[in-house]
């Protein structure tokens, strides 16, 4: 299997420009989770799915950010519009069943100017 | 809640030295515990897991971790570094029956010197 695959995996844009994040789980696996890490809050988990159906997003910072799983296999972190505090690097996780091991994808560094 | 408080942002060793990066949660109830590693500009991979039973736990490249709840800690160890095990370490929790909500300590900066 190849892992999870994010892309882009460097993404750089102006402030106020939409950006979308891509994700690809591990087939089979079932959540699908989306963190964010920067220097001064370190890891955060951002929202998680189950069977492609959102269980918790209270770690999603605000309007500007949506998150889709229109099926087993896909998932896009949205953020419209971004701002240079958006800056960070957004992984992508997923694993088989909840309390299981999650495996990470190599991220997503976003740069907003 | 759950919080997870790793107790030292870096930790500079020699190589062949001994290693503990320490790891302290919070919880009113039964949890899951990882032990994850991050390499520059990757993403995180397991190193460890305690979910149940023995509460000395071994993974992968030699680490170990011990379970003490009484103490409520989740200490990493490896009795001998290297130089490739220059990378920081982090400590999550998640309880039973939660989804697999991972809760990330801030992380252990581990530099492994020759």
């Known amino acids: 299997d190849a892992g999870v695959i994010q892309s882009p995996r460097h993404e750089v844009t102006e402030m106020g420009q939409e950006v979308t994040l891509r994700c690809k789980p591990i087939?089979?696996?079932?959540?699908l989770f989306w963190y964010r890490q920067t220097m001064m809050r370190g890891l955060e988990l951002l929202i998680y799915?189950?069977?492609?159906?959102?269980?918790?997003d209270s770690g999603m910072p605000e309007d500007r950010f949506s998150a889709k799983m229109p099926n087993a296999s896909f998932s896009t972190l949205k953020i419209q519009p971004s701002e240079p505090r958006d800056s960070a690097v957004y992984f992508c996780?997923?694993?088989?069943?909840?309390?299981?091991?999650?495996?990470f994808g190599a991220g997503t560094r976003l740069s907003v100017l | 809640a759950q919080s997870v408080t790793q107790l030292d942002s870096q930790v500079p060793v020699f190589e062949e030295a001994p290693v503990e990066l320490r790891c302290n949660y919070s919880s009113s109830v039964s949890v899951y515990l990882f032990w994850y590693v991050q390499y520059p500009n990757q993403g995180l991979q397991l190193l460890l897991k305690?979910?149940?039973?023995?509460?000395l736990v071994k993974g992968i490249n030699g680490f170990e971790a011990e379970f003490n709840k009484s103490q409520t800690s989740f200490h990493l160890r490896k009795p001998s570094v290297h130089i490739s095990d220059t990378a920081e370490y982090f400590c999550?929790?998640?309880?039973?029956?939660?989804?697999?909500?991972?809760?990330f300590g801030q992380g252990t900066e581990l530099s492994v010197k020759p």
């Open positions: 996780a997923c694993s088989r069943g909840g309390g299981n091991i999650q495996y």
């Open positions: 087939s089979g696996h079932d959540y």
């Open positions: 999550a929790v998640t309880r039973y029956n939660q989804g697999g909500k991972l809760i």
């Open positions: 305690y979910l149940s039973g023995s509460t």
């Open positions: 799915f189950n069977n492609n159906v959102p269980i918790d």
